[in-house]
């Protein structure tokens, strides 16, 4: 069964970039990547940290406050996984300034200021050394830019220059640095019950955001993920419907162990 079709969870093939060849523990280095998945068949030289580890790396997404934190705490305990929420605190803090509370305040002057700092820390998470043999991470350097940077820019709140210095940016650092994903894990709400567990988690700078906002980033995600009408999927895409209470989606999550953790196997 194909993506998001219904109840239940589905795991559809989409491929992957994951680099060969090559090992020096803990330097980026240059090696010869094949990235099939993005660019056709051909072989390009990229960037490779840890020689390409080969371990697996699972994104966990969703729109604001879907429960990928949850879900990463649920992972985080239950098993020989290591575990990377978003930097969410940096976003608020970088040497005493608060770019996030800044781009909610005014997106047309903030947005690139805060769309250029996550870029910088979910490469570094994409980047950072691990013990286990499998990373699970909360979004992705690709969200970033598939679903955030393009809502500003869409909705008329990035200017185009700063679009476009973004992007500059992001296909330097796709086309230059191998950043593998095996697995994306999609968990799919309503905006309504993000709507509804945003205001519960009442983060101060997140006050301001209507309903219309997550509607966007809905459908943004749904565009990429479900529909595949947008941008290029770095990795295959399993679906979980997560408008469910908290106890029935602990049970989803293990009943989708399996799965998440085939994309190890590799
Ligand atoms: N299944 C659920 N049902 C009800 N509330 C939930 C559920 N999952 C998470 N929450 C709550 O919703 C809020 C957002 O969850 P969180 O995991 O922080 O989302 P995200 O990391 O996607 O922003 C938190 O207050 C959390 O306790
Ligand atoms: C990746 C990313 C996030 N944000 C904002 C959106 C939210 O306010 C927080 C992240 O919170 P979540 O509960 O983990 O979804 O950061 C952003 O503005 N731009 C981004 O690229």
């Not at 060849?21 to 980026?28: I, T």
């Not at 390009?44 to 969703?62: F, H, P, R, S, Y």
């Not at 605190?89 to 770019?99: A, F, Y």
């Not at 519960?200 to 993920?225: A, F, G, N, T």
């Amino acid at each position: 069964r194909g993506a998001g079709t219904g109840t239940g969870s589905s795991l559809t093939a989409a491929g992957c970039n994951r680099a060969t060849e090559l090992c020096d523990g803990g330097r980026l280095i240059q090696s010869r990547a094949r990235s099939s998945w993005q660019r056709g068949n051909s072989t390009t030289v990229k960037l490779v940290q840890n020689g390409g580890d080969n371990k697996a790396v699972i994104c966990i997404e969703g729109n604001i406050a879907s429960g990928k934190t949850t879900c990463l705490e649920y992972f985080n305990k239950t098993g020989n996984i290591q575990v990377f929420t978003e930097p969410v605190h940096k976003w608020r803090n970088v040497r005493g300034h608060n770019p996030l509370a800044l781009m909610y305040q005014d997106p047309e002057r903030w947005g690139i200021t805060l769309q250029t700092y996550v870029q910088l820390t979910m490469l570094d998470r994409h980047l950072s050394s691990i013990s286990s043999p499998v990373r699970m991470m909360e979004r992705s350097i690709f969200s970033a830019k598939y679903i955030f940077v393009e809502n500003l820019f869409r909705s008329g709140k990035m200017p185009e220059v700063d679009y476009a210095v973004l992007s500059e940016w992001f296909d330097w650092i796709t086309t230059n640095i191998c950043i593998p994903v095996d697995l994306i894990v999609y968990l799919q709400t309503s905006p309504h019950t993000c709507h509804e567990r945003l205001k519960q988690r009442c983060r101060e700078e997140e006050k301001v955001i209507p309903l219309e906002y997550l509607v966007s980033i809905h459908q943004l995600y749904e565009d990429w993920l479900i529909k595949r009408t947008s941008f290029p999927l770095p990795a295959p895409v399993l679906v979980i419907p997560a408008d469910h209470d908290l106890q029935k989606m602990l049970h989803k999550y293990e009943e989708n162990r399996e799965k998440i953790l085939a994309a190890s196997y590799h």
